[in-house]
């Protein structure tokens, strides 16, 4: 107990805290993207891909047991990842207490200098993406247990979902890939030899994300999924 308060009270900590969880959210977006393209498979298929979620491991558990461990688990992933966040800006912030006349920028990427900044806007996207299509409150016409309707009708219907979910995964590209580097320099698994490795994975994660979740959309408007 006194290990895990002294990592959580220290910088070092709360940078590792930050990594582990962001494995384990990189890790369900990876998937949750594979997922989303089983739509290519038709209302169908799509369809019960989503019952599916809602009722592995029975009859051993009751239905959703697992749906609920998974879901409790990135919510837990996500409180611990954004407030470590929130701790080191301020803590940053803190050491500077004094604005820089003159910042020098040479040396920092367009994806470090917007981390923080886009991640709050993937914060903000997941809320709303979770009423958009789990809950459907911010979608009319939301049909329960339709996975396949609903996310054609919100990208057909709602001109304005489209630009709202690109713009989100581009941002969700540029955090994965300053966040899969950092994640693996700050749990010590950069080196010289793995250097190359993990700029490549952060580089494919980074357009391999943003095309996974970005297809979906435009082929809705492209009318490709009706």
Do not use: C
């Not at 709602?158 to 580097?181: E, M």
Request: hydrophobic share 55%.
């Amino acid at each position: 107990m006194a290990a895990a308060l002294t990592l959580n009270q220290s910088t070092i900590g709360k940078k590792a805290i930050m990594a582990v969880t962001g494995i384990v959210l990189y890790g369900f977006v990876i998937v949750h993207m594979i997922g989303n393209l089983k739509i290519f498979e038709g209302p169908k298929g799509f369809n019960e891909y989503s019952h599916f979620l809602r009722v592995v491991g029975e009859p051993a558990l009751p239905a959703g047991t697992i749906l609920w461990v998974i879901r409790i688990v990135l919510l837990v992933s996500v409180v611990l990842h954004v407030r470590a966040a929130i701790q080191l800006t301020l803590l940053d912030n803190a050491g500077r207490p004094i604005a820089y006349k003159k910042v020098q920028r040479k040396q920092a990427s367009f994806a470090s200098l917007t981390l923080r900044w886009g991640g709050m806007a993937i914060f903000f996207f997941v809320i709303f993406h979770l009423l958009h299509f789990t809950v459907g409150s911010a979608l009319p016409g939301y049909i329960e247990g339709e996975p396949y309707h609903n996310v054609v009708s919100a990208f057909s219907n709602q001109i304005w979902a489209a630009p709202v979910y690109l713009l989100a995964v581009a941002a969700l590209g540029t955090h994965l890939y300053h966040g899969v580097w950092s994640a693996m320099q700050t749990l010590g698994l950069n080196t010289r030899r793995t250097e190359k490795l993990f700029r490549g994975l952060a580089v494919a994660s980074g357009i391999g994300l943003f095309a996974g979740f970005a297809t979906v959309p435009i082929v809705v408007l492209l009318g490709i999924l009706q």
